[in-house]
């Protein structure tokens, strides 16, 4: 790999780890049957780093909305516990539910499934759609690609056996599946379970 390849590999490893972090913090800290609305400064700046958000009339739906779209667990699968949350910034709002899948033959194999409205927002997922840039190196790679219309970005880590979609549903919802220790079929079951028809239609 050249210098500068190298560089480009580093700069977008440390974006895409930055990025995922800062969304990962607000679903670590959720409650299923809680409600919080945040307004904290983080919040205010995750989307590209101006902390400016696209402006918005539309209310997110209920984070109980989003949950009834993600995947029911299948007898090789045991699902965890449903989480969600609403959160707000700068007047404007926005949703997330999430659930994470294990395998049962293999517990080592998870499956996290976050649907997020994000209400016409540039916040969460979308801060790393936004840096997404089609690289293929033999340690990872960025894909850009559709799912059922739907513009969408698949990332693989051939290295660790990681593979994340991110799917684009009208600037507004994000379908993110990640397969940990696993294969990329896994990726495609648990897409083709997403009804990404009826969370347009939210």
């Known amino acids: 790999m050249s210098r500068s390849s190298a560089v480009l590999v580093t700069g977008l490893l440390v974006v895409l780890i930055l990025c995922m972090s800062m969304v990962a913090g607000c679903s670590d800290s959720s409650e299923s049957d809680a409600v919080p609305t ?93 840096t997404a840039t089609m690289v293929e190196t033999p340690e990872f790679s960025w894909k850009s690609t ?13 290295i660790d056996e990681e593979y994340i979609l991110y799917v684009g549903i009208d600037d507004r919802f994000i379908v993110y599946i990640d397969v940990a220790n696993g294969k990329k079929d896994i990726l ?11 969370i347009a239609a939210l």
């Open 146 to 158: 559709s799912v059922e219309g739907y513009p969408a970005w698949e990332f693989t880590d051939k």
């Open 38 to 130: 945040t307004t904290t400064a983080p919040q205010e700046t995750e989307n590209g780093g101006d902390g400016e958000t696209a402006p918005s009339s539309v209310s997110a739906v209920h984070y109980t909305e989003l949950m009834a779209f993600l995947p029911s667990a299948t007898a090789n699968w045991v699902e965890g516990e449903k989480t969600g949350m609403m959160m707000a910034s700068g007047g404007q709002q926005w949703s997330w539910a999430e659930a994470t899948y294990t395998q049962t033959t293999n517990p080592d194999v998870e499956v996290t499934v976050i649907i997020q409205d994000t209400a016409g927002m540039k916040e969460g997922y979308w801060a790393i759609w936004d």
């Open 188 to 198: 495609t079951v648990f897409s083709n379970m997403i009804d990404y028809g009826g």
